[in-house]
């Protein structure tokens, strides 16, 4: 796809995302505890995440009908084709749930497997971060870069944590150690996609996280890159999409942040 077609499929993201805003933003103190579902130990839905997607899945058929769909909440079946929307309607659930106010909406589009479109709506704060490969990232359509720093003592590290807190739990304090001395300090903000879009913008250093899915690292994993940041998965490579597992760093934390994450989490 050339540059012109993806950049008007970026406004119409852009626009999508903030109509949808609007409903999420209309429902955070509609929610009971009766509307909510658990899909797996601490992993909660609600309606407003699966009306959400519906409505992001019924836009997108529209604007590419020979597309399929990877999608969180299963609304739409998931067929395999060379243009595939990856779909995450609600990213930080609980947060939402508990009126939080850090979620998002994360939508990449991908060609033959590889992202070339993402957008990760911060939806409290009306930001939309967004990138088409090797065109560059926007935050709101002005370029964004990820963070120049090279001293660790200034970087800002933010992390996130399986749904099975049991999972290697020793290990995964010894490497919150390692960062709480060695970096100026950790976030756990709820939101995958957003703790991407904050390292592609220069706000936080360095972000790693495993046990994830393709939809919550998809558009933010490209948004990192074209803002001139480094994408991993733990082991070095370039398998995080379907690994699940991710760090995104800049060119002076990357050697560091690896040996560490492999020597406690590989």
């Known amino acids: 796809m050339d540059f012109v077609l993806l950049n008007n499929y970026r406004l119409e993201l852009q626009t999508l ?4 805003g609007h409903f999420v933003k209309s429902q955070i103190y509609n929610v009971s505890p009766n509307d909510v579902e658990s899909k797996d130990v601490n992993s909660l839905v609600s309606y ?15 604007l590419i009908p020979e597309a399929g769909f990877i999608t969180e909440e299963n609304t739409i079946s998931q067929e395999k084709k060379a243009l595939m929307w ?7 659930t609980t947060n939402f749930l508990y009126k939080i106010p850090i979620f998002s909406i994360s939508i990449a589009l991908m060609e033959n497997d590889d992202v070339v479109l993402g957008i990760v709506y911060d939806v409290m704060h009306d930001t939309a971060f967004t990138a088409i490969k090797s065109a560059g990232a926007w935050e709101n359509d002005v370029s964004i870069r990820v963070s120049s720093n090279s001293d660790r003592s200034k970087a800002m590290v933010v992390t996130g944590f399986p749904y099975d807190r049991t999972d290697k739990i020793d290990e995964r304090l010894a490497l919150l150690k390692h960062f709480i001395l060695n970096y100026r300090g950790i976030r756990r903000l709820g939101s995958a996609a ?24 998809a558009a933010g994993a ?32 990357i050697d560091d942040v690896s040996e560490h994450v492999r020597s406690h989490l590989s």
């Open 17 to 20: 995302c903030r109509e949808l």
């Open 48 to 62: 407003v995440d699966k009306e959400t997607e519906k409505s992001i899945v019924s836009h997108l058929s529209g």
């Open 86 to 92: 990856v779909i995450d309607p609600l990213d930080g």
């Open 194 to 217: 957003i703790d991407l879009a904050y390292v592609a913008s220069g706000r936080m250093g360095v972000y790693y996280e495993n046990t994830l899915n393709i939809w919550d690292i």
């Open 222 to 253: 490209l948004i990192v890159q074209e803002g001139g940041g480094i994408v991993s998965d733990f082991s070095g490579g370039k398998n995080y999409l379907q690994d699940g597992s991710i760090i995104a760093t800049n060119e002076h934390f």
